[in-house]
């Protein structure tokens, strides 16, 4: 196995890379599809050095400390680096975030991002892509795949994406979407307070059910029926031939489903009123 420890600006070349694990602390990393030579950049480091390890194709990066437990250093140092990594596209990765920033793009393999307060950006990535924060905010745009979004209080908005599956989940989060329904493609969201909006073609083909226990519901389908209960209230029905599903369930969170036209899917996510 081949091992850096890098405690100033570096980069390093590779000539394969078949799987990426990064752990980072603070800062920023940023994983980039690319058909170059696989790479890894590192214009900054404070605090314990990061180790950079490959062996049989396996690249991954990690501060040093962690290795021998970080807990103690961080009670008295500052920690966080700054990193670029190029990899194939069909390369999969896994980043497991503190506060740090993320940025990817161009993947076509699984992507799975845990990130406590760090921000998440998403642009074309393709295949299953599982995102988990505690406070960071998820925006993705041009996804084609499945999706799976958990956070505490993080929002989630994603645009520009025909997404095969999709379950999002969040206590007081937002989640913000503009997709496409594809086939037999399924959409779940489930908040507590958390406001909802979502937006589809027009002509969508869905099974819908919306539903909140006392939080508005506003839909812009007339042929959709609302149900008034005294513990929920509801709106569902069938759109074209509702061979998607579409299911929205709230408890003091708003629900709004919009339409648009079909060529008019814009790349900037809906606007979501506080």
Not at 128 to 147: P, W, Y
């Amino acid at each position: 196995m081949s091992r850096w420890t890098i405690d100033e600006p570096t980069t390093l070349d590779f000539d394969g890379v078949v799987t990426l694990k990064a752990t980072l602390i603070a800062g920023s990393i940023s994983v980039l599809a690319s058909d170059e030579r696989p790479s890894v950049m590192i214009g900054d480091v404070e605090g314990p050095p990061l180790v950079v390890g490959h062996e049989a194709g396996m690249l991954t990066i990690t501060h040093e400390r962690l290795i021998e437990g970080v807990l103690s250093w961080l009670r008295t140092h500052r920690t966080k680096a700054a990193i670029t990594v190029t990899v194939p596209y069909d390369c999969p990765v896994t980043l497991n975030l503190v506060s740090a920033d993320a940025v990817v793009t161009g993947l076509a393999a699984r992507t799975s991002i845990r990130s406590g307060s760090g921000d998440v950006t998403l642009d074309g990535v393709v295949g299953a892509i599982d995102a988990n924060t505690v406070s960071g905010a998820v925006e993705a745009r041009g996804l084609d795949g499945s999706v799976s979004f958990t956070s505490v209080s993080g929002d989630l908005s994603l645009a520009g994406g025909a997404v095969d599956r999709m379950g999002a989940r969040t206590v007081s989060g937002r989640i913000a979407a503009d997709v496409d329904l594809v086939g037999d493609s399924g959409i779940e969201v489930n908040t507590v307070s958390g406001e909802v909006v979502l937006r589809v073609p027009g002509s969508a083909n869905a099974l819908v059910a919306l539903t909140s226990a006392a939080g508005r519901i506003d839909t812009a389908f007339p042929g959709l029926g609302r149900q008034d209960r005294p513990v929920a209230r509801s709106v569902g029905g069938t759109l074209g031939d509702g061979s998607a599903r579409l299911a929205v369930t709230t408890v003091s969170g708003a629900i709004t489903l919009l339409g648009r036209e079909d060529d008019a899917q814009e790349i900037t996510t809906p606007r979501m009123e506080k």
